[in-house]
C-alpha cells in the first residue's frame, strides 16, 4: 500500500555567515489516510522547515519525501495537486469575495475544472459549516468563520495530505472547539474519503483532541514518534488526584504502589481535623477510589478532585529530559 506521505533520512541544512545549520537531520516517518499526525516541537526545532519540504518550496539537502506515492522533487507538480497547506490567521483571502467565490477562485488556481467549481465549493463549505454565511463578504467573518473558510479552501482539490500549521491560533475557546470538531470529522470521513493530516500546533489541545500519533522534532530529529495514548502513558501518570479526608492520618505508603497504580505525593494536615492528600494515579476508574479509600481506614473522604495529566505536561518532561 502506498502512505498518503513517507519521509525517508531528509536532512536539510542551510548555510549562514556563521556556519551551517542543520534545520533537519536524517527525519524519517511515514503517516497513512485517515490518520492525524500531531508534530510538536519547540521553536527552531524544524518544524516549519519539514513543512516546506513536504510541501516543494525547500528541496530537502538529502533523503526523500513522497507524498501519495509521488516524490516531491521529480514530481512536484503532482504532488503540489495532492496536498494543501493551510495556516492560521487572517491572511491570504479577499475580503470583498463572498466565501463562496473565494473558494471557486483558490479551487481555479489548484486547476480544478470549471464545471466542477460550483459543486465543489458548495461540498467544502457544509463540511465546515459556512453554509448559512457562505453568499456573504468574508470581511464580514469572525476570526474562526475566516480559518474554518481557509480550511474548505484547503479541501477544494480533494488533497490525500492535509497539513495544517496552528489552525486555532487566535480563536476563542468556542471557536477552536468548532474548528476542531470539523478536523474531527475530517479525519474520519466527512469530505468522502479520509485524507492523511499532518496538524502542527504549539497549542497542545489541538493536538491532544485530534491526534492518533505524535512526532516530537528536537534539534531538527524526530526524538519520539508514538500513539498519542502511548505519550500520554509515558508521563508515568495518568492523574493527579487531591483528595481532603475528615479524619486520622493516612495510611502510609505499603510499597504497592506499583501494583495499585496509587502513589501517595504528600499529605497534610488542614486545619479542624481534616486531611488534604495529593496522589499520583495510573488510572482513573472506580477500582481507585476504593484504593484511595482504603488507604484512609479510619476517615471519611470528603472531596475528591481529579486533574488528569496532559500533553502539555509530558512535553514539558520530554523536552527537560532531552536536555533542555
Ligand atoms: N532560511 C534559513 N536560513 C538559515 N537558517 C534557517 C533558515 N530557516 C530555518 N533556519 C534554522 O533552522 C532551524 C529550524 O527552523 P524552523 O523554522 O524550521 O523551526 P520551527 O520548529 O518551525 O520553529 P518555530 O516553532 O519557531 O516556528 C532553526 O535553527 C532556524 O534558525
Not at 27 to 35: M, P, R
Not at 39 to 63: D, F, Q, R, Y
Not at 70 to 82: A, F, K
Amino acid at each position: 500500500m502506498v502512505s498518503a506521505l513517507e519521509v525517508r533520512a531528509v536532512g536539510r541544512s542551510f548555510r549562514t555567515r556563521s556556519g551551517t545549520v542543520e534545520a533537519l537531520r536524517e527525519v524519517t516517518f511515514s503517516a497513512e489516510g485517515g490518520e492525524v499526525l500531531g508534530l510538536l516541537g519547540l521553536n527552531g526545532a524544524g518544524k516549519t522547515t519539514l513543512i516546506k519540504v513536504i510541501s516543494t518550496l525547500l528541496l530537502p539537502t538529502s533523503g526523500s519525501v513522497r507524498v501519495d506515492g509521488v516524490d516531491v522533487v521529480t514530481g512536484t507538480r503532482q504532488v503540489r495537486s495532492r496536498l494543501s497547506v493551510v495556516f492560521g490567521g487572517e491572511q491570504g483571502l479577499y475580503g470583498r469575495l463572498s466565501g463562496r467565490d473565494n473558494a471557486r477562485f483558490f479551487g481555479t488556481l489548484s486547476g480544478l475544472d470549471h464545471r466542477l467549481l460550483d459543486r465543489r465549493a458548495a461540498e467544502v463549505i457544509a463540511m465546515v459549516a459556512l453554509d448559512k454565511v457562505a453568499d456573504r463578504p468574508v470581511e464580514t467573518y469572525s476570526r474562526g468563520m475566516k480559518q474554518r473558510l481557509h480550511l474548505a479552501i484547503g479541501l477544494m482539490a480533494a488533497p490525500k495530505l492535509l497539513m495544517l500549521d496552528e489552525p486555532s491560533i487566535g480563536l476563542d475557546p468556542i471557536e477552536a472547539d468548532r474548528l476542531r470538531r470539523v478536523i474531527g470529522e475530517l479525519a474520519a470521513g466527512s469530505a468522502g474519503y479520509r485524507p492523511c493530516i499532518l496538524l502542527t500546533s504549539h497549542y497542545l489541545r489541538d493536538i491532544e483532541d485530534l491526534a492518533d500519533r505524535v512526532a516530537i522534532l528536537q534539534g531538527g530529529k524526530i526524538t519520539h514518534d508514538l500513539p498519542l495514548k502511548e505519550l500520554l502513558r509515558r508521563a508515568g501518570s495518568a492523574a493527579v488526584v487531591t483528595v481532603s479526608v475528615r479524619g486520622d492520618e493516612p495510611v502510609r505508603p505499603d510499597g504497592d504502589a506499583e501494583r495499585s497504580g496509587v502513589r501517595l505525593v504528600d499529605a497534610q494536615p488542614a486545619g479542624a481535623g481534616m486531611w488534604t492528600a495529593r496522589y499520583e494515579v495510573a488510572r482513573w476508574e472506580p477500582a481507585t477510589l476504593t484504593e484511595l479509600a482504603r488507604r484512609w481506614p479510619h476517615g471519611e473522604i470528603a472531596d475528591v478532585r481529579v486533574e488528569p495529566v496532559g500533553l502539555e505536561q509530558v512535553f514539558r518532561d520530554l523536552s527537560e529530559g532531552a536536555g533542555r
